[in-house]
């Protein structure tokens, strides 16, 4: 896992990126979201978990994608719902979003495999289809700049799904992702 701390740049921009898809989560339609929009902090830590394993060119794309959206009056956090509601359809389907999935899906079988008790088998579909809609409301340019740290990571033999619930475990209070999976195998 990567043990590196993020940049105080790095820090700055996730917290910003936070701080805009916080104010469109909370515009959701509660009937999907409801437990969560009770905890905007635990949203505010699930999403630092992942966005901690990107680098600082793909989150400051992401950041400018947010501005433009925003400034079109277009709330990202919302289309992904609908998305996964199945109430608008996705839109993308390149090659650069298909290899992301691909090796995604990988790592989320390694996760399940060594942490089976915070990977049950049964959010195999969900993760998908999550990812799916998650990735459809990025840009070109961020989806390249993501692609980008998704396959070096992946050459590398890191596993960004792996690392992105070590974070959460943290966040969460744990030492790591060990010793929360011990603790909830116990359970």
Same mark, same amino acid.
């Given at each position: 896992?990567?043990?590196?701390?993020?940049?105080?740049?790095?820090?700055?921009?996730?917290?910003?990126?936070?701080?805009?898809?916080?104010?469109?989560?909370?515009?959701?339609?509660?009937?999907?979201?409801?437990?969560?929009? #009770?905890?905007?902090?635990?949203?505010?830590?699930? #999403?630092?978990?992942?966005?901690?394993?990107?680098?600082?060119?793909?989150?400051?794309?992401?950041?400018?994608?947010?501005?433009?959206?925003?400034?079109?009056?277009?709330?990202?956090?919302?289309?992904?719902?609908?998305?996964?509601?199945?109430?608008?359809?996705?839109?993308?389907?390149?090659?650069?979003?298909?290899?992301?999935?691909?090796?995604?899906?990988?790592?989320?079988?390694? /996760?399940?495999?060594?942490?089976? /008790?915070?990977?049950?088998?049964?959010?195999?579909?969900?993760?998908?289809?999550?990812? #799916?809609?998650?990735?459809?409301?990025?840009?070109?340019?961020?989806?390249?700049?993501?692609?980008?740290?998704?396959?070096?990571? /992946?050459?590398?033999?890191?596993?960004?799904?792996?690392?992105?619930?070590?974070?959460?475990? #943290?966040?969460?209070?744990?030492?790591?992702?060990?010793?929360?999976?011990?603790?909830?195998?116990?359970?």
């Amino acid at each position: 896992m990567s043990t590196s701390e993020p940049s105080d740049r790095q820090q700055e921009v996730i917290e910003q990126i936070l701080e805009i898809e916080l104010g469109w989560f909370l515009t959701v339609n509660p009937e999907i979201t409801a437990e969560c929009q #009770r905890h905007p902090e635990a949203f505010k830590v699930m #999403r630092r978990s992942n966005f901690l394993t990107w680098s600082l060119t793909t989150l400051e794309s992401y950041l400018e994608h947010l501005h433009t959206a925003a400034g079109e009056e277009h709330n990202l956090v919302r289309e992904k719902y609908a998305k996964m509601q199945a109430a608008i359809p996705c839109q993308n389907d390149s090659q650069t979003l298909r290899d992301i999935m691909a090796i995604q899906e990988r790592w989320q079988q390694a /996760a399940r495999e060594q942490y089976p /008790a915070i990977f049950q088998e049964d959010s195999k579909a969900s993760f998908a289809w999550y990812l #799916r809609c998650e990735l459809d409301t990025y840009s070109p340019a961020v989806l390249e700049s993501y692609h980008g740290d998704v396959a070096r990571a /992946a050459a590398r033999g890191r596993n960004l799904i792996i690392e992105t619930y070590d974070n959460l475990a #943290r966040g969460l209070g744990f030492a790591s992702l060990g010793a929360w999976h011990r603790e909830k195998a116990k359970a």
